[in-house]
Nanobody
Framework: QVQLVESGGGLVQPGGSLRLSCAAS????????MNWYRQAPGKSRELVAS??????NYAGSVKGRFSISRDNAKNTVYLQMNSLKLEDTAIYYC??????????WGQGTQVTVSS
């Protein structure tokens, strides 16, 4: 059974930082395309960051502020979020994808940026 369990969300002031974690079980995260998506109220889900082997990509809106990484020993993917803005408020989802068949989602973790 595959599980992706996110943690680390919460309430933070503008300019603050949070680190999200995605603990994977049932898959080997290092062999998957691992992604962080987010969905704000009334908006569609958007890709924030991805890591595939050593290839990393970021959405333009978070480049320079967010950092995705992976700990193979812990089978966990992280999203370090710095200089948070009000518009970063969203539910953040971890996603693991392998080819066109295997596509798994976590339950999401709420990130709220507010003063």
């Amino acid at each position: 059974q595959v599980q992706l369990v996110e943690s680390g969300g919460g309430l933070v002031q503008p300019g603050g930082s949070l680190r999200l974690s995605c603990a994977a079980s049932g898959i080997i995260a290092s062999t998957y395309n691992m992604n962080w998506y987010r969905q704000a109220p009334g908006k569609s889900r958007e890709l924030v960051a991805s890591i595939t082997r050593d290839i990393i990509n970021y959405a333009g809106s978070v480049k320079g502020r967010f950092s995705i990484s992976r700990d193979n020993a812990k089978n966990t993917v992280y999203l370090q979020m710095n200089s948070l803005k009000l518009e970063d408020t969203a539910i953040y989802y971890c996603n693991g994808r392998y080819g066109f068949v295997y596509n798994y989602w976590g339950q999401g973790t709420q990130v709220t940026v507010s003063s």
